[in-house]
C-alpha cells in the first residue's frame, strides 16, 4: 500500500480519481460514459474518494452525540448520518490507499439530485448508475440493506 500525496495527506482526503485503485479508475468513465448516452441532460461527478481515518471519524461524527455514560457515539438524528463506518474501529473502503472506494454524485445543470425516498427518480437514476459500476466487476452500495446509493467499491 503506497501513501497519498502529501497535500492529500495534510488535508485528510481527496476527490481526485487518481487517488483510487485502478480498477475503479478504469471503470468510472465507462460508467460515465454510458450513463451519460443514456440521460444527455444529466452528469456525473466523482466526490470522496480517500479519506484519512481521522477525516473518516469526523464524518462517522455527523448526527450523532458522544454518550457519556457509555462512552459511545449514538445517532441523534439519523437524516445527518453521512456514514456507519466510523474508521477506528472498523476502516472504510475509502481508507486505503489507493481508494478501494468512490462516491459520486448525479448533477442536472447546477443542480445535485439525492438519492431519497422522497425521490424516487433520483433514487433510480442512482440504481442505475449502480448497476453499470456492478457490470464492471465494481460492488453498488445502492444496493445494500442500509444503502449508501452514490458509494461504489472494490469486492473484497
Known amino acids: 500500500m503506497s501513501e497519498p500525496r502529501p497535500d492529500v495527506v495534510k ?14 479508475i478504469a471503470a468510472y468513465p465507462l460508467v460515465v460514459a454510458a450513463f451519460s448516452k443514456a440521460h444527455p441532460d444529466l452528469w456525473m461527478r466523482c466526490d470522496y474518494t480517500w479519506r484519512s ?3 473518516q471519524f ?26 456507519k463506518i466510523d474508521g477506528v474501529s472498523k476502516p472504510s473502503n475509502h481508507n486505503f490507499y489507493p481508494s478501494r472506494a468512490l ?20 433514487q433510480a437514476l442512482y440504481a442505475e448508475v449502480g448497476r453499470l459500476f456492478e457490470s464492471h466487476g465494481i460492488v453498488s452500495a445502492a444496493f445494500w440493506k442500509w444503502p449508501d446509493p452514490g458509494h461504489v467499491e472494490l469486492k473484497a
Open 11 to 24: 488535508q485528510g482526503w481527496s476527490k481526485d480519481l487518481a487517488d483510487c485503485d485502478a480498477k475503479l
Open 53 to 55: 481515518k481521522a477525516f
Open 58 to 83: 469526523e464524518l462517522f461524527k455527523k448526527g450523532r452525540k458522544l454518550d457519556i455514560a457509555s462512552g459511545l457515539w449514538v445517532v441523534a438524528d439519523e437524516k445527518l448520518v453521512v456514514t
Open 103 to 122: 462516491d459520486f454524485i448525479i448533477f442536472r445543470g447546477k443542480t445535485a439530485l439525492w438519492s431519497t425516498k422522497a425521490d424516487p427518480v433520483a
